[in-house]
């Protein structure tokens, strides 16, 4: 066990943010899963939503309400309530240091395999399904069904929630499938369209504009606002794409409009 290093800023007059490290790596990744059960073990009143990113942790609060309590203990900056200078930020800040400078990470070494279940997510990789799929075989010089191969054969964690409600992050994509992304966005993307942008691999789960290159669909509904959560994915989970035909995903999207999926 050891001492969690971090950093602090704000993000406006009504959230903080935590920094945990610099790089997109899965030790990053269970430290900022760590942290955030920490914290929501530890909430405190005032708080409002907390949002985990590839190395940064948010947390947003009623500032009104925040600016209301009091505290005697000063901040490592040497700030102390009382004064014009003292904001409802320090008051977070405060309780922020007092909770992480408690808080004990587990080594690195313990943290194998405490990434989430496996969630396949069926893909049809069909031209009417995935426009740019033919340009991304051409921009890598290999065939379509080469790009499919690569992009099904990995296990994807989910590094962050973002972009839009539901749409996750992925992390680990073979990097011979690291295309940029389109030069001119798309000023509308089907729901549930799968894209590759740069080095990333992710899914729409709104009708949305957007940049990526897109080379499948999937019928799943990444985005369920009734549902608790409403996120199929979360922060942890993994993701294994499996390529489906047009027929299935038809199938399967009758399915999905039934609730069934």
Known sequence: MTKLAYECHPLGDSAIVIRIGADISLTNLHKVRQVVNYLENNWRDGFIELVAAYTTITIYYDAFRIYNYSSDVVLKSGRSNGTAEWLPYDDVLQSIEQLLDAYMQEDS?????KLGAIREIPVCYEATFGPDLADVAEYHQVSTEEIVSWHTSRVYPV???GFAPGF???????ERLATPRKSVPRTQIPAGSVGIGGAQTGIYPFETPGGWQLIGRTPLRMFRPDNVPPSLLKVGDQVKFVAITSEKFH???EGNASHEL
Request: charge should be negative; avoid cysteine; aromatic fraction near 12%.
């Open 251 to 253: 199938a399967l999207e």
């Open 109 to 113: 070494e313990g943290l194998a395999g």
């Open 159 to 161: 590094y962050m929630i």
């Open 168 to 174: 996750p992050y992925l992390g680990g994509m073979d």
